[in-house]
């Protein structure tokens, strides 16, 4: 089929079947971990302290893991970070089977996911053309991570919603822990990915993402838009323990199928991608996922029903993964290689790390103002971002269509185009697999 065509090449295939069974383990996780720290600290502060954790490494330090990644072996690299965040997955569990967990530990051992990740992301997305040997299917492999990560988040929160009220919290870590063995052996069949031998200066090297992205009018303008929806859209997940239980009157199960909904909508949205073939018209596709988060995080907040709250994060759910994977087919389409680690690391800063910020302040309004208001604000923040990018949209297409932010759909149109699908094939160890 059309849509799972990058799934032709065995590195990727191996590589997609991994990580589908590591995401499901990390969503088991997520949501154990949330319920874990509402139930020790009835604190909605507490949820958006430890997102805030999980998240701000990537708002600090995601350009010096971008940089890192252009400069080390990628595989290696992704290696280490997988191995750390297995082990701080049976460190959480450990401390939570033994009796001994504190809402403190959740948010260290947070933190250090939170940096596991930070390096972890730029490497793993930088390997993709490696998985599919070249530019050709690139655009469809990223959609088919982003279906990896929802087919997770679909699964995850569900199976985990059960798991809570059978075995507890702590089992759901230990096997979140067994569950990144999976991507580590896929892992393994990786050939290594060193980087080229630096010539600038450290300096130099580091502001070049950031001066790619302000001059690239296409890439500066998405990813405005990201930051502003990144901030505000995906939070609903750090208030969702206290719309399940204090505004539906539900439990860990209900937490789960809520969850599950947003992951529903995000799968339709992965699957929409995929299918495309090509990167044409991919900024308008990013505009209306930014507005349909927007609409739906409102109508969530304010739905009086549980039925409409389930349909309202659908779309958020998909709004979201259109507006994330959208920007970052975007970019990986505009940017030469020897820049792509250092421009995913900086959209990276941009999707997941605004959301601790997001959630830390979501968490205070809560406190102030309860959760319905608060992310009704975010919502109409959304829709407000998603409206100045269709402002901009023919300054975008314009900009696209004179050759100054063209993407590289791999059809072959252009020498420059044809250049830089030569060398991600030269990094892939040329052909399929």
């Excluded at 990580?19 to 319920?35: C, E, K, N, Y």
């Excluded at 290594?192 to 302000?214: C, Y």
């Excluded at 109508?299 to 507006?323: E, K």
Aim: include cysteine.
């Amino acid at each position: 089929m059309k849509i799972f065509r990058s799934l032709e090449h065995p590195r990727f295939r191996h590589y997609f079947f991994g990580q589908t069974i590591s995401v499901i383990g990390f969503w088991l996780q997520s949501i154990a971990q949330a319920w874990l720290v509402y139930r020790l600290t009835d604190s909605a502060v507490m949820l958006g302290l430890v997102t805030f954790a999980s998240f701000i490494p990537m708002l600090i330090a995601a350009p010096f893991a971008g940089l890192v990644t252009d400069r080390v072996d990628r595989r290696t690299m992704v290696l280490v970070t997988q191995v750390a965040q297995m082990l701080q997955a049976f460190a959480l569990a450990a401390l939570t089977l033994g009796g001994w967990v504190e809402p403190h530990h959740v948010v260290w051992l947070a933190l250090v996911q939170g940096i596991a990740n930070t390096f972890d992301g730029p490497a793993r997305h930088s390997l993709l053309p490696v998985m599919v040997g070249g530019t050709r299917d690139l655009h469809n492999a990223i959609a088919l991570n982003s279906l990896v990560m929802n087919l997770g988040r679909f699964a995850g929160p569900a199976i985990a919603g059960v798991l809570l009220v059978w075995i507890g919290e702590g089992w759901c870590f230990v096997l979140n822990g067994v569950s990144y063995l999976a991507v580590i052996a896929s892992l393994t069949r990786l050939p290594s990915n060193r980087a080229e031998r630096p010539t600038q200066s450290l300096v130099r090297e580091f502001s070049e993402g950031f001066v790619w992205v302000w001059t690239n009018l296409p890439a500066r303008l998405v990813m405005i838009n990201l930051v502003l929806v990144s901030f505000c859209a995906p939070n609903y997940q750090t208030m969702m323990p206290v719309f399940a239980r204090e505004v539906f009157a539900g439990d860990a199960r209900l937490q789960g199928l809520l969850v599950s909904c947003a992951g529903a909508g995000a799968l339709a949205g992965t699957m929409m991608l995929a299918a495309r073939s090509s990167t044409a018209g991919i900024a308008r596709v990013i505009n209306v996922g930014s507005l349909a988060a927007g609409i739906g995080l409102t109508v969530f907040s304010l739905s009086p029903s549980l039925g409409l709250a389930a349909i309202a994060l659908t779309a958020v759910g998909f709004g979201v993964i259109v507006t994330g994977a959208g920007t970052n087919t975007l970019l990986q389409s505009l940017v030469e290689e020897r820049l792509r680690g250092r421009v995913i690391s900086l959209y990276m800063m941009a999707f997941l790390g605004t959301m601790p910020v997001g959630g830390f302040v979501v968490g205070w309004l809560t406190e102030q103002f309860g959760p319905q208001p608060s992310l009704a604000a975010y919502g109409l923040v959304s829709i407000a971002s998603a409206l100045m990018l269709w402002r901009r949209q023919p300054a975008i297409a314009a900009a696209l269509a004179t050759g100054t932010g063209r993407p590289r759909d791999g059809s072959g149109q252009g020498d420059a185009e044809g250049k830089e699908r030569d060398r991600g094939a030269n990094a892939g160890g040329g052909g399929r697999g």
